[in-house]
């Protein structure tokens, strides 16, 4: 039931606890979430799987309070908020996700309101945990090798080959936004610095002037701790790693480069430094979602190096929400050395066809010790192992570069690709750059049988 960052640690340093009890920022004038509760997010039992007296609530489309209250009633239940996303209401849902408290255990309890015609689904409220760290250089070094390609200098043929397209002039643009749902992202890293978005339709000025729900999100919001900081310090240093996978500045002689040198990240933070709640997740795609509709943004992807634990109901629907926005939902296929025919991996495992689902493999092309694979439920595999990208250093204020890894790492190799696909095809479908990502994969000794398309990726032609 546990969720977690698919990063490997060295270091095991595991931050964890409770995020999604915070109280958020309301406009009340459009509220996207009303909570009547605010706890510490730092009072959880580490070993907590979900937040304890806590449940995810759907009752069935036009239940009245008093049989809602009558069901709650069943599990000494109390209404503590509802969640109403403006993507739940471009979607046609006026109800929402409520959140409940119960005295009663959470397993036991979700099992009784289940089992209930007026209830459609309950869920424990998981929490999300990860783990990070370790240490060192970058592209001219040789270090970069899941940037390199057969031609390029230095050389790896089992690189994503984006340096290959960076060399035929595709360096991607920043129109193409990419959300990374995550930590945040340290925005003024210096390998990082004006990649990250900054919402030109809400100034900080105290009012929600786009009308989102969310008051002044400059640079997205914080779902983990209910504010506009989507950058907390050196705990956000997972995000800032696949943050810079996907788009570290490029030509400038600093550091490290990402897949796309060119991008606008939207760094839709819901882990904090105590790990993040399937609300907060759910909260974090929709707010992207209704980000590319309310806009009209080029935003073909998001990137999601987390997962784990047991089937939401909630949470696929907000990633449906997600594909009929034609957003792809690029997903980390966790590091369980699973099969995942037999054993599914959530939110890699959804069957949603938005997803694509992403292995890892090392710097000779093997399947990493650590990677999921699944014939049918993993798709592409990409670099994972020994991956050097941006981090905070510790204390948080300064550029640093490290090296981690993980199916984590491999996921933002595949999401930089889909953004620099997307900006030489901006009229491109969520469907149509899924069929380009895994319709170039080559071909890969250790990923036959282990993924749909038996090979790693090949950004080259992108
Ligand atoms: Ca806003
Ligand atoms: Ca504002
Ligand atoms: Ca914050
Ligand atoms: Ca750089």
Known sequence: ???????????????????????????????????????????????????????LVKFVPGLGPEARGAALRAIGGTHARTILTAAMKRAGDGEGIVVVHTPMGVTEAAGAL??????????????????????????????????????????????????????????GSRTVHIGVI???????HEDLAGQIWTNPWDPVDGIDNDGNGYVDDIHSWDFANGDNGTYDGVSDDHGTHVS???????????????????????????????????EAAIL????????????????????????????????????????AADILFVAAAGNESLDLETTISYPAGYPNENIIAVAAIDSAGNLASYSNYGANRVDIGAPGSAVYSTVPSRNGRSSSYASYSGTSMATPHVSGAVALYAATHPAATAAQIKA????????????SGKCVTGGRLDASLF
């Open 114 to 171: 289940r089992r209930m015609p007026e209830v459609a689904y309950a869920e424990p409220n998981y929490i999300y945990r990860h783990q990070a760290v370790s240490n060192d250089t970058y592209f001219m070094s040789g270090s970069l090798w899941g940037m390199y390609g057969n031609a390029s200098t230095p050389a790896n043929q089992f690189g994503s080959q984006a340096a290959e397209a960076w060399a035929a002039g595709h360096t």
């Open 1 to 55: 039931m546990r969720k977690v960052l698919f990063t490997l640690s060295v270091a095991s340093l595991a931050i964890m606890a409770s995020c999604g009890v915070d109280t958020l920022s309301v406009d009340a004038r459009n509220p996207a979430v009303t909570t009547a509760d605010s706890r510490s997010p730092d009072t959880l039992d580490p070993a907590a799987v979900f937040v304890p007296g806590e449940l």
């Open 436 to 447: 380009a990502i895994l319709g170039s994969a080559i071909p890969t000794a250790s990923l």
């Open 244 to 278: 810079g996978t996907i788009g570290a500045i490029g030509g400038n002689a600093k550091g490290v480069v990402g897949v796309c040198w060119n991008v606008t990240i939207i760094s839709a933070k819901f882990l904090g430094s105590n790990g993040g709640t399937t």
């Open 182 to 188: 995550d930590e945040g992202a340290m925005f003024a």
């Open 284 to 323: 974090a795609v929709d707010y992207l979602t209704d980000l590319k509709l309310r806009h009209g943004l080029l935003m073909p992807a998001s990137s999601n190096s987390w997962g784990g634990g047991a089937f939401s109901q909630f949470l696929q629907d907000a990633i449906g929400r997600a594909g």
